[in-house]
């Protein structure tokens, strides 16, 4: 799932089998967004060269946020040219794994978090239906009803003097 962390809304899904890991999904993901992408975050799953080629081939000036694991090493190039990766990896080292959270933005995923459990919570955790094209079909109208539920239940305020 996709998520404008501005906004909350869902601006892109995928359904796959339980075998399919999350990483692989981040290309299919990104070809339904048409807008610039500012930033991609995800969990430690995330932390794949592949993730990073997906994204920058298409938003090549989005950040990827994902932690490093707690092996992880800097590239070669760390010196001269350092990666994305190799500066998270500086700053984890620097000041702490809890610090590069709040200053990399990856405390934003818990929006995500938070999508998924509205969808638990509004449509259930289990698909209904069994074929798999009955089921794309069930997630594309699941995520319209929670972008609709969003529209109807977020305030639009206005600062009176």
């Known amino acids: 799932m996709g998520l404008d962390a501005a906004s909350g809304r ?3 899904a995928t359904l796959t089998d339980r075998g399919v890991d999350d990483a692989s999904q ?3 993901l990104l070809d339904q ?4 992408v500012a930033s991609v975050t995800g969990d ?3 932390d794949r060269t592949g993730v990073c080629a997906s994204v920058h081939e298409r938003h090549p000036d989005a950040a990827v946020v994902a932690p490093p694991r707690r ?3 800097l590239s070669d190039t760390a ?3 350092p990666t994305q990766r190799d500066r998270h990896i500086q700053t984890i080292t620097e000041t702490g794994r809890m610090a590069w959270q709040r200053t990399s933005g990856y405390n934003k995923r818990a929006g995500v978090e938070s999508q998924v459990a509205r969808w638990k919570g509004v449509l259930g955790d289990t698909l209904r239906f069994h ?3 009955a089921q794309a079909t069930e997630v594309i109208v699941g995520v319209a009803v929670l972008k ?3 529209d109807l239940g977020r305030p639009n305020s206005v600062r009176v003097a």
Do not use: E, F
């Open 10 to 12: 869902i601006v892109a």
């Open 26 to 28: 981040v290309a299919p």
């Open 33 to 36: 967004i048409s807008q610039p």
């Open 44 to 46: 430690g799953a995330y």
């Open 71 to 73: 092996d992880a090493v």
């Open 79 to 81: 010196t001269t040219s």
């Open 131 to 133: 074929s798999d094209q």
């Open 148 to 150: 609709r539920m969003l």
